[in-house]
């Protein structure tokens, strides 16, 4: 802003100062020299959590983990080995070895039912619902590093706000003086003015203890205690455009939760056949050989066994598996209207938060500068009082800090929306 006093110098100058231009131009030029700054973007905020994020690399070793469980589950049952040796250490002709008999059988069981067929699929089913939950994970934890990160841009665009009203009220202070040495105002002016330096130099502080915070908050997306970035790089300004509903309601089956739940039944359909499928005993064949002693002679042995389900004729597993089966079910329709509810309810957050916002950058902020200048170039001259122009300094910036919330609320309610998609797009803050 332009120290002379000049009435019509001053009033373009407050208008150049206080017009509504995007923030970050100011969080920019507080920070200093750009060469002296290390200016983090979202894309590599989001590229560190993807690498050093703990809860990501807690869901890449469980998916891992049910890798291996689907190798596992396509193998054959392993077979028996066993060995005897009867006849010996007894009485009579049966002393010592010479009668002993030396059998060596192998057996192998024969799964019937298809039962692992459904182990392959239900395996199978696990992997893939695995595989969901690490894109699901990717989208929370991608969707919590975007609200730190838009957090620290709006806590830098806070600060510079602050400073640039602690710099109007100490102007409009300077100003008072000259008004008060001249006889034009009253002492108590100066008192007044005084109170609102203080304050707005009290919320500078404060800005930056929260930007401070919020950086550190950032930080720890990435699990870093220490923070290697002095600002983010950014324009609340831009706002992320409003999906038309029917388009977001056309992919809500093709989102990440949803074909978690048709996952999530579908296994359990599985493990109704399991259960039908394991009430079918399965035979196991034995091969063998028999040294007999006595004669030195030796022979082949072939057999089959047979379980009998005398006491568990498998019908209660069934039953559970049956409830649970309809229960997966019914939980999916559940959640499938629950989903369309909580989506729709982020989408008209977003869009009511643009709106304030649209109306905020093209009516209300540019009402209030003009009000502003117009207020200062009136007390200059003498034509309105102290308290007219406090009012209209404090209706501009509260217009301003409106502003600043409406844009955060509405980069945040993107945010929702596309973390409750369970996709990846391209961000509007770049």
Not at 19 to 38: C, F, H, M, R, Y
Not at 43 to 48: D, G, Q, Y
Not at 356 to 366: K, N, R, T, W
Request: charge should be negative.
């Amino acid at each position: 802003m332009a120290s002379r006093l000049i009435p019509l110098g001053a009033l373009c100058a407050l208008a150049g100062l206080l017009i509504a231009a995007p923030p970050s131009g100011l969080a920019a030029e507080a920070a200093g020299p750009q060469d002296k700054t290390v200016t983090l973007t979202l894309e590599e905020a989001l590229n560190r959590t993807l690498t050093h994020g703990p809860e990501l690399l807690a869901v890449m070793e469980e998916l891992r983990a049910v890798e291996a469980e689907v190798v596992l589950a396509g193998r054959l049952p392993d077979p028996e080995l066993s060995v005897t040796l009867e006849n010996v250490a007894g009485d009579g002709v049966y002393q010592g070895s010479d009668a002993g008999e030396l059998t060596i059988e192998l057996s192998q069981p024969i799964e019937l039912g298809g039962k692992r067929r459904l182990r392959r699929e239900a395996a199978e089913l696990g992997r893939q619902l695995a595989t969901n939950e690490q894109k699901l994970a990717q989208a929370v934890v991608l969707a919590a590093t975007r609200q730190r990160f838009i957090a620290t841009l709006s806590a830098q665009e806070k600060l510079a706000l602050a400073k640039e009203q602690a710099e109007v009220a100490a102007k409009t202070l300077a100003a008072a003086e000259e008004r008060i040495k001249a006889g034009k105002a009253p002492a108590i002016d100066r008192v007044r003015l005084q109170g609102q330096v203080n304050l707005a130099n009290l919320a500078v502080s404060q800005a930056e203890r929260t930007l401070l915070t919020t950086r550190q908050e950032l930080a720890s997306s990435w699990n870093s205690s220490q923070v290697d970035f002095e600002q983010v790089e950014g324009d609340l300004g831009v706002l992320p455009n409003v999906p038309p509903w029917y388009a977001l309601d056309a992919t809500l089956e093709q989102t990440a939760a949803a074909i978690n739940w048709r996952i999530a039944t579908a296994l359990r359909g599985v493990e109704l056949e399991q259960a039908r499928a394991s009430r079918i005993p399965d035979p196991s064949v034995t091969v063998g050989w028999r040294q007999f002693n006595e004669s030195d002679e030796s022979a082949w042995l072939f057999g089959i066994s047979m379980p009998l389900p005398l006491f568990s004729l498998g019908q209660e597993s069934v039953v559970a598996a049956s409830s649970r089966y309809h229960s997966a079910k019914a939980s999916e329709a559940n959640d499938r209207n629950q989903a369309r509810v909580t989506l729709l309810s982020a989408w008209q957050a977003l869009a009511d938060a643009r709106a304030e916002a649209e109306v905020l950058d093209s009516q209300v902020v540019p009402a209030a500068v003009e009000g502003f200048a117009a207020a200062d170039f009136g007390y200059r001259a003498g034509k309105f009082g102290l308290l007219e122009l406090l009012d209209a300094q404090r209706s501009l910036f509260e217009a301003r800090q409106h502003q600043l919330k409406a844009r955060t609320d509405c980069h945040l309610a993107a945010i929702e929306l596309q973390r409750l998609q369970g996709v990846e797009t391209a961000t509007a803050t770049h």
